[in-house]
């Protein structure tokens, strides 16, 4: 799967499967999600605070390909726009 499609479909796998908004799934690292059972990613939500969502076994494994796509090389926020830019940044100019 070409990297950024790769990106898009975890996007959507994650905002759907862990109930995310926009703002919280811009906002995500790598350091967020949990990749040993039990699976979760953690999200810092309105008003700072933080909550754990449980994720499926299938989202770790995608997340895991994504970070083998992109060579290890995911950056301080793990979705990117594809000027490397964090994406609300990007969202921000239009």
Do not use: W
């Amino acid at each position: 799967m070409v990297r950024s499609r790769l990106r898009d479909f975890l996007i959507l796998l994650i905002m759907y499967e862990a109930g995310v908004r926009v703002s919280e799934l811009v906002n995500l690292k790598l350091e967020d999600f949990h990749m040993e059972q039990p699976y979760y990613l953690k999200v810092i939500g309105k008003g700072k605070k933080e909550r754990n969502t449980p994720l499926s076994r299938e989202v770790i494994i995608k997340v895991r390909n994504y970070i083998k796509v992109n060579n290890g090389n995911v950056s301080q926020k793990m979705f990117l726009c594809s000027l490397t830019i964090k994406m609300s940044h990007f969202l921000d100019k239009q």
